[in-house]
């Protein structure tokens, strides 16, 4: 499980760094399209980095999180402590 875990960190490094040229370096939107690959895999990297910033502000270790819901067999809703308190 690890293994594949690793494979879909590698995977979605070029966009995390992809994106995080794009916040901090001010470039064309035509090589920020380049540089995030796919409008799907600029999707991923939107949610990985609503899913880290929340847990920034939550105070909760992200990778336990991210490995606990990339385990599991459907998906579900991240156990954040703002999220179970409910409105």
């Keep these: 499980m690890f293994k594949a875990f690793a494979w879909g960190l590698i995977a979605t490094s070029?966009?995390?760094i992809g994106g995080w040229i794009g916040a901090s370096v001010a470039i064309s939107e035509r090589w920020l399209g380049v540089i995030m690959g796919t409008p799907r895999g600029a999707t991923i990297q939107a949610v990985l980095a609503s899913v880290l910033q929340t847990c920034h502000q939550q105070r909760v270790d992200p990778f336990p999180l991210l490995a606990d819901l990339l385990r599991a067999p459907a998906p579900?809703?991240?156990?954040?402590?703002a999220l179970l308190a409910g409105p």
């Design 76 to 81: 579900r809703v991240a156990p954040l402590p």
């Design 14 to 16: 070029s966009l995390a």
